[in-house]
Protein backbone atom coordinates (compact mmCIF):
# COMPACT_ATOMS: atom_id res chain seq x y z
CA UNK A 1 0.00 0.00 0.00
CA UNK A 2 1.40 3.45 -0.68
CA UNK A 3 2.58 5.85 1.88
CA UNK A 4 1.60 9.61 1.11
CA UNK A 5 2.82 12.84 3.25
CA UNK A 6 0.02 13.58 5.53
CA UNK A 7 -2.69 16.14 5.38
CA UNK A 8 -1.90 18.99 6.87
CA UNK A 9 -4.77 20.99 8.84
CA UNK A 10 -7.48 22.54 7.17
CA UNK A 11 -7.24 26.24 8.14
CA UNK A 12 -10.60 28.61 7.84
CA UNK A 13 -11.61 31.88 8.92
CA UNK A 14 -14.49 30.75 11.56
CA UNK A 15 -14.46 32.02 15.35
CA UNK A 16 -13.95 28.98 17.77
CA UNK A 17 -16.45 29.92 19.77
CA UNK A 18 -19.09 30.24 16.99
CA UNK A 19 -18.09 27.10 15.50
CA UNK A 20 -18.35 25.19 18.75
CA UNK A 21 -22.05 26.59 19.88
CA UNK A 22 -23.02 25.59 15.88
CA UNK A 23 -21.56 21.95 16.31
CA UNK A 24 -23.63 21.81 19.76
CA UNK A 25 -26.62 23.14 18.50
CA UNK A 26 -26.65 20.33 15.56
CA UNK A 27 -25.92 17.46 17.61
CA UNK A 28 -28.72 18.29 19.99
CA UNK A 29 -31.08 18.95 16.71
CA UNK A 30 -30.47 15.78 15.03
CA UNK A 31 -28.77 12.97 17.35
CA UNK A 32 -31.90 11.95 19.60
CA UNK A 33 -33.85 11.28 16.49
CA UNK A 34 -30.37 9.19 14.57
CA UNK A 35 -29.82 7.55 17.88
CA UNK A 36 -33.53 6.38 17.65
CA UNK A 37 -33.68 5.87 13.85
CA UNK A 38 -30.77 3.45 14.37
CA UNK A 39 -32.88 1.21 17.19
CA UNK A 40 -35.85 1.19 15.15
CA UNK A 41 -33.63 -0.47 12.36
CA UNK A 42 -32.07 -2.41 14.69
CA UNK A 43 -35.03 -4.13 16.07
CA UNK A 44 -36.32 -4.57 11.98
CA UNK A 45 -33.47 -6.07 11.52
CA UNK A 46 -32.85 -9.06 14.34
CA UNK A 47 -36.65 -9.33 15.54
CA UNK A 48 -37.05 -12.59 13.14
CA UNK A 49 -35.27 -14.08 15.90
CA UNK A 50 -38.03 -14.15 18.53
CA UNK A 51 -40.17 -15.61 15.69
CA UNK A 52 -38.59 -18.52 14.65
CA UNK A 53 -40.74 -20.98 16.72
CA UNK A 54 -44.11 -19.72 15.45
CA UNK A 55 -43.01 -19.64 11.86
CA UNK A 56 -41.92 -23.09 11.92
CA UNK A 57 -45.46 -24.13 13.69
CA UNK A 58 -47.66 -21.72 11.88
CA UNK A 59 -45.77 -21.96 7.87
CA UNK A 60 -43.71 -25.41 8.46
CA UNK A 61 -39.90 -22.97 8.22
CA UNK A 62 -37.72 -25.36 9.71
CA UNK A 63 -34.16 -24.75 10.88
CA UNK A 64 -32.58 -24.77 7.78
CA UNK A 65 -35.00 -22.39 6.10
CA UNK A 66 -34.82 -20.00 8.81
CA UNK A 67 -31.08 -19.92 9.05
CA UNK A 68 -30.96 -19.21 5.12
CA UNK A 69 -33.51 -16.49 5.56
CA UNK A 70 -32.18 -14.53 8.03
CA UNK A 71 -28.63 -14.78 6.15
CA UNK A 72 -29.95 -13.61 3.20
CA UNK A 73 -30.80 -9.97 4.79
CA UNK A 74 -26.84 -9.50 4.68
CA UNK A 75 -26.68 -10.34 0.58
CA UNK A 76 -29.52 -8.02 0.21
CA UNK A 77 -27.65 -5.30 2.42
CA UNK A 78 -24.34 -6.09 0.77
CA UNK A 79 -25.07 -5.87 -2.96
CA UNK A 80 -27.11 -2.74 -2.44
CA UNK A 81 -24.73 -0.55 -0.79
CA UNK A 82 -22.85 0.79 -3.09
CA UNK A 83 -26.11 2.01 -5.44
CA UNK A 84 -27.54 3.28 -2.54
CA UNK A 85 -24.48 5.58 -1.28
CA UNK A 86 -24.49 6.72 -5.10
CA UNK A 87 -28.24 7.69 -5.25
CA UNK A 88 -27.95 9.69 -1.59
CA UNK A 89 -25.02 11.96 -2.92
CA UNK A 90 -27.56 12.60 -5.94
CA UNK A 91 -30.65 13.12 -3.82
CA UNK A 92 -29.14 14.66 -0.69
CA UNK A 93 -29.01 12.82 2.84
CA UNK A 94 -32.84 14.10 4.27
CA UNK A 95 -34.72 12.47 1.12
CA UNK A 96 -32.85 9.47 1.01
CA UNK A 97 -32.60 8.81 4.34
CA UNK A 98 -36.23 9.26 4.28
CA UNK A 99 -36.81 6.72 1.75
CA UNK A 100 -34.19 4.31 3.07
CA UNK A 101 -36.84 4.35 6.19
CA UNK A 102 -40.07 4.13 4.59
CA UNK A 103 -39.51 0.98 1.99
CA UNK A 104 -37.41 -0.72 5.08
CA UNK A 105 -40.85 -0.43 7.59
CA UNK A 106 -42.80 -1.55 4.27
CA UNK A 107 -40.51 -4.83 4.29
CA UNK A 108 -40.92 -5.19 7.54
CA UNK A 109 -44.30 -4.74 7.53
CA UNK A 110 -44.57 -7.37 4.78
CA UNK A 111 -42.68 -9.95 6.99
CA UNK A 112 -46.29 -10.16 8.51
CA UNK A 113 -47.55 -11.54 4.85
CA UNK A 114 -44.63 -14.58 4.79
CA UNK A 115 -46.69 -17.81 3.23
CA UNK A 116 -43.49 -20.36 2.63
CA UNK A 117 -39.72 -20.36 2.52
CA UNK A 118 -39.72 -18.82 -1.03
CA UNK A 119 -41.87 -15.41 0.43
CA UNK A 120 -39.62 -15.66 3.45
CA UNK A 121 -36.29 -15.47 1.49
CA UNK A 122 -37.04 -12.97 -1.23
CA UNK A 123 -38.40 -10.40 1.86
CA UNK A 124 -35.41 -11.03 3.81
CA UNK A 125 -33.58 -10.51 0.95
CA UNK A 126 -35.67 -7.18 0.27
CA UNK A 127 -35.26 -5.74 3.63
CA UNK A 128 -31.95 -5.85 3.81
CA UNK A 129 -31.75 -3.71 0.09
CA UNK A 130 -34.19 -1.36 1.48
CA UNK A 131 -31.90 -1.04 4.35
CA UNK A 132 -28.55 -0.35 2.37
CA UNK A 133 -27.19 2.83 2.71
CA UNK A 134 -28.34 4.40 5.95
CA UNK A 135 -25.54 4.20 7.89
CA UNK A 136 -23.29 5.41 5.31
CA UNK A 137 -25.93 7.98 5.00
CA UNK A 138 -25.70 9.25 8.82
CA UNK A 139 -21.89 9.55 8.50
CA UNK A 140 -22.71 11.36 5.07
CA UNK A 141 -25.05 13.62 7.13
CA UNK A 142 -22.24 14.45 9.33
CA UNK A 143 -19.72 15.43 6.63
CA UNK A 144 -22.06 17.75 6.08
CA UNK A 145 -22.85 19.28 8.94
CA UNK A 146 -19.96 19.13 11.61
CA UNK A 147 -16.74 19.70 11.44
CA UNK A 148 -13.90 16.38 11.42
CA UNK A 149 -13.14 17.38 15.14
CA UNK A 150 -16.97 16.95 16.23
CA UNK A 151 -17.88 14.09 14.16
CA UNK A 152 -16.21 11.14 16.24
CA UNK A 153 -18.09 12.53 19.44
CA UNK A 154 -21.18 12.45 17.37
CA UNK A 155 -20.82 8.91 15.91
CA UNK A 156 -19.71 7.37 19.14
CA UNK A 157 -23.21 8.94 20.57
CA UNK A 158 -24.90 7.76 17.20
CA UNK A 159 -23.42 4.12 17.86
CA UNK A 160 -25.13 3.22 20.77
CA UNK A 161 -27.98 3.01 19.13
CA UNK A 162 -27.17 -0.27 18.44
CA UNK A 163 -26.17 -1.42 22.53
CA UNK A 164 -29.73 0.52 23.23
CA UNK A 165 -31.23 -1.50 20.44
CA UNK A 166 -29.36 -4.83 21.87
CA UNK A 167 -31.05 -4.41 25.38
CA UNK A 168 -34.81 -3.65 24.41
CA UNK A 169 -35.28 -5.73 21.23
CA UNK A 170 -35.80 -8.52 23.42
CA UNK A 171 -39.08 -7.18 25.19
CA UNK A 172 -40.52 -5.14 23.17
CA UNK A 173 -40.48 -8.18 20.36
CA UNK A 174 -41.59 -10.30 23.08
CA UNK A 175 -44.67 -8.43 24.02
CA UNK A 176 -45.77 -7.62 20.85
CA UNK A 177 -45.84 -11.28 20.16
CA UNK A 178 -48.86 -11.48 22.67
CA UNK A 179 -50.85 -9.23 20.35
CA UNK A 180 -53.70 -10.80 18.78
CA UNK A 181 -56.49 -9.65 16.39
CA UNK A 182 -58.05 -9.34 13.01
CA UNK A 183 -57.51 -13.35 12.42
CA UNK A 184 -53.82 -12.63 12.64
CA UNK A 185 -50.98 -14.35 14.46
CA UNK A 186 -48.65 -12.46 17.16
CA UNK A 187 -45.90 -12.81 15.40
CA UNK A 188 -47.59 -11.19 12.26
CA UNK A 189 -48.54 -8.08 14.59
CA UNK A 190 -44.79 -7.95 15.63
CA UNK A 191 -44.19 -7.43 12.16
CA UNK A 192 -46.72 -4.75 11.51
CA UNK A 193 -46.28 -3.03 14.31
CA UNK A 194 -42.46 -2.51 14.31
CA UNK A 195 -42.50 -2.61 10.22
CA UNK A 196 -45.33 0.55 10.88
CA UNK A 197 -43.12 2.34 13.39
CA UNK A 198 -40.27 2.83 11.27
CA UNK A 199 -42.90 4.38 8.25
CA UNK A 200 -44.54 6.60 11.04
CA UNK A 201 -40.91 7.75 11.96
CA UNK A 202 -39.83 8.35 8.36
CA UNK A 203 -42.79 11.21 7.96
CA UNK A 204 -40.45 12.79 11.14
CA UNK A 205 -37.31 12.75 9.43
CA UNK A 206 -38.38 14.66 6.45
CA UNK A 207 -39.72 17.13 8.27
CA UNK A 208 -37.30 17.39 10.98
CA UNK A 209 -33.86 17.36 8.83
CA UNK A 210 -32.61 19.67 6.27
CA UNK A 211 -29.61 18.92 4.04
CA UNK A 212 -27.77 21.37 4.11
CA UNK A 213 -26.92 24.03 7.17
CA UNK A 214 -27.68 27.11 4.97
CA UNK A 215 -31.79 25.58 5.60
CA UNK A 216 -31.83 25.44 9.40
CA UNK A 217 -33.99 27.81 10.55
CA UNK A 218 -32.62 27.05 14.12
CA UNK A 219 -29.14 28.07 13.16
CA UNK A 220 -28.27 32.19 13.33
CA UNK A 221 -26.66 33.56 10.25
CA UNK A 222 -23.35 33.76 11.79
CA UNK A 223 -22.91 29.99 13.17
CA UNK A 224 -24.04 28.59 9.19
CA UNK A 225 -21.27 31.02 7.83
CA UNK A 226 -19.17 29.23 10.82
CA UNK A 227 -19.63 25.65 9.85
CA UNK A 228 -19.82 26.25 5.85
CA UNK A 229 -16.66 27.90 5.89
CA UNK A 230 -15.15 25.01 8.61
CA UNK A 231 -16.76 21.73 6.51
CA UNK A 232 -15.40 23.61 2.80
CA UNK A 233 -12.33 24.16 4.23
CA UNK A 234 -11.89 20.80 4.93
CA UNK A 235 -12.96 19.28 1.52
CA UNK A 236 -10.35 21.35 -0.43
CA UNK A 237 -7.98 20.22 1.82
CA UNK A 238 -9.09 16.65 0.54
CA UNK A 239 -9.15 17.36 -2.28
CA UNK A 240 -5.76 19.06 -2.53
CA UNK A 241 -4.39 16.20 -1.46
CA UNK A 242 -5.29 14.33 -4.94
CA UNK A 243 -5.70 11.33 -3.25
CA UNK A 244 -6.34 8.13 -5.76
CA UNK A 245 -8.44 5.67 -3.86
CA UNK A 246 -7.51 2.07 -4.77
CA UNK A 247 -9.19 -0.66 -6.28
CA UNK A 248 -11.07 -3.20 -4.47
CA UNK A 249 -8.63 -5.59 -6.19
CA UNK A 250 -5.46 -3.73 -4.64
CA UNK A 251 -6.93 -3.49 -1.74
CA UNK A 252 -7.55 -7.24 -1.53
CA UNK A 253 -3.73 -7.52 -2.32
CA UNK A 254 -2.62 -6.60 1.16
CA UNK A 255 -2.09 -9.05 3.30
CA UNK A 256 -2.47 -7.15 6.01
CA UNK A 257 -6.18 -6.06 5.13
CA UNK A 258 -6.70 -9.81 4.25
CA UNK A 259 -5.78 -10.89 7.91
CA UNK A 260 -7.98 -7.21 9.62
CA UNK A 261 -11.12 -8.81 7.15
CA UNK A 262 -10.70 -12.34 8.64
CA UNK A 263 -10.59 -10.94 11.94
CA UNK A 264 -13.50 -9.13 12.09
CA UNK A 265 -15.26 -12.02 10.00
CA UNK A 266 -14.71 -13.89 12.67
CA UNK A 267 -16.10 -11.83 15.15
CA UNK A 268 -19.26 -11.10 13.48
CA UNK A 269 -19.65 -14.99 12.82
CA UNK A 270 -19.90 -15.07 16.60
CA UNK A 271 -22.28 -12.05 17.41
CA UNK A 272 -24.86 -13.33 14.56
CA UNK A 273 -24.62 -16.68 15.59
CA UNK A 274 -26.30 -15.51 19.10
CA UNK A 275 -28.44 -13.16 17.73
CA UNK A 276 -30.23 -15.34 15.56
CA UNK A 277 -29.81 -17.88 17.96
CA UNK A 278 -30.44 -17.02 21.08
CA UNK A 279 -33.73 -16.74 21.30
CA UNK A 280 -34.47 -20.66 20.81
CA UNK A 281 -31.78 -21.32 22.96
CA UNK A 282 -33.78 -19.80 25.93
CA UNK A 283 -37.19 -21.51 25.03
CA UNK A 284 -35.16 -24.63 25.96
CA UNK A 285 -34.65 -23.44 29.38
CA UNK A 286 -38.47 -23.62 30.39
CA UNK A 287 -42.11 -22.49 29.95
CA UNK A 288 -41.61 -19.25 29.08
CA UNK A 289 -44.03 -16.64 27.79
CA UNK A 290 -42.68 -15.03 24.26
CA UNK A 291 -42.14 -11.53 27.03
CA UNK A 292 -40.14 -13.85 29.33
CA UNK A 293 -38.09 -14.66 26.19
CA UNK A 294 -37.21 -11.69 25.16
CA UNK A 295 -35.97 -10.13 28.77
CA UNK A 296 -33.87 -13.05 29.35
CA UNK A 297 -32.69 -12.53 25.64
CA UNK A 298 -31.66 -8.75 26.71
CA UNK A 299 -29.07 -10.09 30.04
CA UNK A 300 -26.01 -10.89 27.94
CA UNK A 301 -26.32 -7.89 26.22
CA UNK A 302 -26.93 -5.40 29.06
CA UNK A 303 -23.72 -7.59 30.21
CA UNK A 304 -21.51 -7.25 27.21
CA UNK A 305 -22.25 -3.63 27.16
CA UNK A 306 -20.44 -3.38 30.60
CA UNK A 307 -17.65 -5.31 29.57
CA UNK A 308 -17.05 -3.26 26.59
CA UNK A 309 -16.12 -0.19 28.70
CA UNK A 310 -14.52 -2.24 30.63
CA UNK A 311 -11.89 -3.48 28.14
CA UNK A 312 -11.83 -0.44 27.06
CA UNK A 313 -10.52 1.48 29.96
CA UNK A 314 -8.51 -1.59 30.64
CA UNK A 315 -6.81 -1.40 26.78
CA UNK A 316 -6.11 2.20 27.76
CA UNK A 317 -4.26 1.73 30.67
CA UNK A 318 -2.52 -1.42 30.09
CA UNK A 319 -1.10 -0.34 26.08
CA UNK A 320 -1.26 -4.08 24.09
CA UNK A 321 -4.32 -3.61 21.68
CA UNK A 322 -3.85 -7.24 20.20
CA UNK A 323 -3.48 -9.05 23.24
CA UNK A 324 -6.53 -7.56 24.73
CA UNK A 325 -8.23 -8.44 21.15
CA UNK A 326 -6.86 -11.87 22.17
CA UNK A 327 -7.75 -12.15 25.39
CA UNK A 328 -11.71 -11.08 24.09
CA UNK A 329 -11.71 -14.04 21.58
CA UNK A 330 -10.34 -16.32 23.96
CA UNK A 331 -13.63 -15.75 25.99
CA UNK A 332 -15.86 -15.79 23.34
CA UNK A 333 -14.55 -19.27 22.61
CA UNK A 334 -14.86 -21.02 25.62
CA UNK A 335 -17.85 -19.65 26.39
CA UNK A 336 -19.28 -20.88 22.75
CA UNK A 337 -17.52 -24.03 23.79
CA UNK A 338 -19.31 -24.07 27.51
CA UNK A 339 -22.76 -23.68 25.89
CA UNK A 340 -22.40 -26.98 24.38
CA UNK A 341 -21.40 -29.02 27.51
CA UNK A 342 -24.98 -28.61 29.69
CA UNK A 343 -28.19 -28.10 30.03
CA UNK A 344 -30.05 -25.06 28.31
CA UNK A 345 -29.57 -23.24 31.34
CA UNK A 346 -26.15 -23.54 31.86
CA UNK A 347 -25.78 -22.82 27.54
CA UNK A 348 -27.24 -19.42 28.54
CA UNK A 349 -24.94 -18.63 31.27
CA UNK A 350 -21.96 -19.74 29.11
CA UNK A 351 -23.32 -17.62 26.25
CA UNK A 352 -23.70 -14.48 28.66
CA UNK A 353 -19.81 -14.90 29.37
CA UNK A 354 -18.90 -15.59 25.46
CA UNK A 355 -21.16 -12.13 24.86
CA UNK A 356 -18.33 -10.84 27.67
CA UNK A 357 -15.44 -11.38 24.48
CA UNK A 358 -17.18 -11.39 21.30
CA UNK A 359 -18.88 -7.80 22.14
CA UNK A 360 -15.56 -6.23 23.87
CA UNK A 361 -13.59 -8.16 20.73
CA UNK A 362 -15.62 -6.09 18.05
CA UNK A 363 -14.93 -2.65 19.63
CA UNK A 364 -11.04 -3.24 20.79
CA UNK A 365 -10.43 -4.41 17.20
CA UNK A 366 -10.87 -1.05 15.57
CA UNK A 367 -8.10 0.99 16.90
CA UNK A 368 -5.20 -1.79 14.99
CA UNK A 369 -6.34 -0.99 10.93
CA UNK A 370 -6.86 2.50 11.64
CA UNK A 371 -3.56 2.65 13.31
CA UNK A 372 -1.72 0.55 10.08
CA UNK A 373 -3.66 2.58 7.54
CA UNK A 374 -3.28 5.68 5.69
CA UNK A 375 -5.74 8.52 7.19
CA UNK A 376 -7.03 9.58 3.47
CA UNK A 377 -7.84 5.70 2.31
CA UNK A 378 -9.22 4.55 5.98
CA UNK A 379 -12.90 4.96 5.16
CA UNK A 380 -12.56 2.97 1.97
CA UNK A 381 -10.62 0.40 4.12
CA UNK A 382 -13.00 0.08 6.78
CA UNK A 383 -15.87 0.05 4.73
CA UNK A 384 -14.55 -3.29 2.99
CA UNK A 385 -13.36 -4.49 6.21
CA UNK A 386 -16.86 -4.43 7.42
CA UNK A 387 -18.87 -5.37 4.11
CA UNK A 388 -16.45 -8.55 4.42
CA UNK A 389 -16.72 -9.18 8.42
CA UNK A 390 -20.45 -8.55 7.62
CA UNK A 391 -21.04 -11.68 5.57
CA UNK A 392 -20.73 -13.52 9.25
CA UNK A 393 -23.97 -12.47 9.35
CA UNK A 394 -24.95 -14.71 6.39
CA UNK A 395 -22.68 -17.62 7.38
CA UNK A 396 -23.55 -18.08 10.94
CA UNK A 397 -27.45 -18.43 10.88
CA UNK A 398 -27.33 -20.13 7.45
CA UNK A 399 -25.06 -22.98 8.59
CA UNK A 400 -26.68 -23.03 11.96
CA UNK A 401 -29.84 -24.11 10.63
CA UNK A 402 -28.44 -26.78 8.49
CA UNK A 403 -26.63 -28.30 11.22
CA UNK A 404 -30.00 -28.10 13.26
CA UNK A 405 -32.02 -29.35 10.31
CA UNK A 406 -29.49 -32.21 9.94
CA UNK A 407 -28.55 -33.54 12.83
CA UNK A 408 -31.53 -31.95 15.48
CA UNK A 409 -28.56 -29.99 17.56
CA UNK A 410 -26.07 -26.71 16.71
CA UNK A 411 -23.86 -28.17 18.78
CA UNK A 412 -21.48 -28.46 15.79
CA UNK A 413 -22.06 -24.69 14.78
CA UNK A 414 -21.00 -23.64 18.35
CA UNK A 415 -17.79 -25.67 18.16
CA UNK A 416 -17.40 -23.79 14.68
CA UNK A 417 -17.92 -20.57 16.22
CA UNK A 418 -14.99 -21.69 19.22
CA UNK A 419 -12.36 -22.81 16.84
CA UNK A 420 -12.89 -19.51 14.79
CA UNK A 421 -12.48 -17.54 17.70
CA UNK A 422 -9.46 -19.09 18.78
CA UNK A 423 -7.84 -18.95 14.93
CA UNK A 424 -8.28 -15.63 15.02
CA UNK A 425 -6.67 -14.86 18.67
CA UNK A 426 -3.76 -15.95 17.07
CA UNK A 427 -3.97 -14.38 13.64
CA UNK A 428 -4.49 -11.16 15.33
CA UNK A 429 -0.91 -11.06 16.36
CA UNK A 430 -0.05 -11.19 12.61
CA UNK A 431 -1.88 -8.07 11.98
CA UNK A 432 0.48 -4.84 11.74
CA UNK A 433 -0.50 -2.04 14.44
CA UNK A 434 1.34 0.74 12.21
CA UNK A 435 2.66 0.70 8.66
CA UNK A 436 6.18 -0.69 8.00
CA UNK A 437 9.24 2.00 8.42
CA UNK A 438 6.84 4.47 9.93
CA UNK A 439 7.32 5.18 13.71
CA UNK A 440 5.75 8.26 13.49
CA UNK A 441 1.91 6.71 13.08
CA UNK A 442 0.62 6.61 16.64
CA UNK A 443 -0.32 3.69 18.20
CA UNK A 444 -3.77 1.61 18.19
CA UNK A 445 -4.25 2.22 21.42
CA UNK A 446 -3.79 5.52 21.00
CA UNK A 447 -5.89 6.00 17.67
CA UNK A 448 -8.92 7.78 17.50
CA UNK A 449 -12.20 5.35 17.32
CA UNK A 450 -13.58 3.57 14.04
CA UNK A 451 -16.19 6.20 13.80
CA UNK A 452 -13.95 8.88 14.05
CA UNK A 453 -11.60 7.69 11.27
CA UNK A 454 -14.76 6.62 8.88
CA UNK A 455 -16.51 9.87 9.67
CA UNK A 456 -13.45 11.71 8.16
CA UNK A 457 -14.99 11.14 4.19
CA UNK A 458 -18.45 11.15 1.91
CA UNK A 459 -20.15 8.24 0.99
CA UNK A 460 -18.02 7.75 -2.11
CA UNK A 461 -15.32 7.12 -0.19
CA UNK A 462 -16.98 4.65 2.07
CA UNK A 463 -17.34 2.95 -1.43
CA UNK A 464 -15.07 -0.32 -2.01
Known amino acids: MNRTVPISEPTHNADPTVLARAAAKVKRHVLPLFVIMFIVNYIDRVNIGFVRSHMETDLGIGAAAYGLGAGLFFVGYALFEVPSNMLLQRFGARAWLTRIMFTWGAAAMAMAFVRGETSFYVL ?39 AIASVISGPVSGALLGVSGMNLHGWQWMFIIEGFASIALCGFVWFWLQSHPREAKWLSEEEKGALISAIDAEQRAREAAQVIKPSIFKLLADRQIMLFCFIYFSVALTIYGATFWLPSMIKKMGSLTDFEVGLFNSIPWIISIIAMYGFAALAARF ?37 IGFKAASALFWPIPQGYLDARIAAAVIALINSIGNLGGFVAPTAFGFLEQKTGSIQGGMYGLALTSLVAAVVIFFARTTPKGDARRPKPEDAAPLHAATSLSSPSSLKP
Do not use: D, N
Open 319 to 355: KHQQAWVAVTLVIAACGMFMSTVGGPIFAFVAICFAA
Open 124 to 162: RFVLGAAEAGFFPGIIYYFTQWLPSSERGKAMAIFLSGS
